[in-house]
């Protein structure tokens, strides 16, 4: 069961660092948002984790395709909250 709560978390937290990520022409910032977000994924709820990722184990988890994943995420929770 997907709560409405695991998937305001999930926006919240994943929007914040996206925004963030987007923005910095920093490398060790933007590695450090994709640390925490890897980090976040790994506790979130499985369930959730699995309908955003479509089964890819390396969603929100992969260097080469972290930015299009986040803002991939990003989309889909907005979309979850509008509902």
Do not use: P
Not at 6 to 26: C, D, G, L, W
Not at 47 to 75: K, M, P, Q, W
């Amino acid at each position: 069961m997907i709560s409405k709560d695991s998937i305001e978390t999930a926006y919240s937290f994943m929007h914040q660092k996206m925004r963030v990520y987007i923005h910095s022409s920093m490398a060790w910032q933007r590695d450090d948002i994709e640390v925490a977000i890897s980090s976040y994924v790994d506790g979130m709820n499985s369930e959730l984790y699995t309908l955003l990722s479509c089964g890819r184990n390396d969603y929100l988890r992969s260097h080469d395709s972290f930015e299009e994943d986040i803002r991939n995420a990003v989309s889909q929770l907005e979309r979850m909250l509008e509902a």
